[in-house]
């Protein structure tokens, strides 16, 4: 049986509305096993909520449930949804782009509207600006305890009308590639990209490699140079950049014991473009 129950919101934690949502989760089954995916997403982006769940899912149980709200939309005719993905992860959201990586890069099986008739927290039936505990959290928590099957949380709908961010792929031509920046490392300023390793063995990248890397905004270039790939930071110079593969087996640009990110303002999007080239 489901128990594990995982948020993500980008709500903070100044004030009390995380823990409502636990609140209304422990009132369904004080035995569920909550956990934090992060509270930090930046107010509405919803992009970083995306990739957020492609990074952590992988990691946790078959049948774990996440809820993810980041809502912008609250109130709207927009849809609230619970997907099965291919790999047996469910994730309570809005349809609003949180279910794009995911999408992408794991694949969805089955996609149900949640139907607030039956799954919605008793008495919140007029309150229209907090469905991350109204209904999200109410439901998440339902299906974790299997209080409720997928099936019993609302009629299937149809993944074509699944809304999608602009999630890009890596190209690879001979010795170079192009991709974008998915994501920043956020505590310590390291960017990552949608390069992944296997596309540099491809193009014939090895560790210790000079590489030139090029990073442009709206085809606006911001940043080029020459830098290593390097099998661990411990192989540059304090304040050197270099590129590694990160933990999700991606290429990541870092600065030794700085931050690359804060250092050349890069952000984040399909908007951000990198290209590798071997020297």
């Given amino acids: 049986m489901m128990k594990h129950l995982v948020l993500q919101t980008d709500f903070g934690i100044s004030d009390g509305a995380v823990s409502a949502m636990y609140g209304v989760a422990y009132s369904v089954d004080t035995e569920l096993t909550i956990s934090d995916l992060t509270h930090d997403i930046p107010e509405y982006n919803i992009w970083e909520a995306s990739y957020r769940l492609y990074q952590t899912i992988p990691y946790w149980p078959k049948e774990t449930v996440f809820i993810s709200v980041v809502d912008p939309g609250v109130g709207s005719d927009r849809l609230s949804v619970v997907a099965r993905t291919k790999e047996g992860h469910y994730i309570v959201t809005p349809n609003n782009g949180t279910l794009s990586h995911i999408a992408s890069h794991i694949g969805i099986e089955s996609i149900r509207e949640i139907d607030e008739e039956i799954n919605r927290l008793p008495r ?156």
């Avoid at 890009?168 to 590639?177: F, G, P, Q, V, Y």
């Avoid at 490392?185 to 390069?195: A, C, K, P, S």
């Avoid at 870092?254 to 999007?269: D, E, L, R, V």
Wanted: charged share 20%.
């Fill in 124 to 279: 919140s039936g007029e309150s229209y600006t907090f469905h991350g505990r109204d209904v999200y959290a109410y439901t998440g928590a339902r299906l974790a305890a299997g209080v409720i099957t997928f099936e019993e949380v609302g009629p299937e709908v149809d993944r074509a009308s699944l809304v999608h961010l602009n999630v890009c792929s890596a190209t690879r031509k001979e010795t170079s590639i192009h991709g974008t920046i998915d994501i920043l490392d956020v505590r310590f300023g390291n960017v990552w990209t949608n390069i992944s390793r296997e596309l540099c063995v491809e193009a014939g990248f090895k560790y210790g490699d000079a590489l030139e890397v090029t990073i442009k905004r709206n085809n606006k270039e911001v940043y080029k140079h020459q830098m290593t790939f390097s099998r661990s930071f411990a192989e540059s110079h304090l304040g050197e950049p270099l590129l590694y593969v990160n933990s999700v087996d991606h290429i990541g640009i870092a600065m030794n014991q700085g931050s690359f990110a804060q250092a050349y303002h890069i952000g984040t999007g399909s908007n951000w473009k990198i290209h590798l080239k071997a020297i």
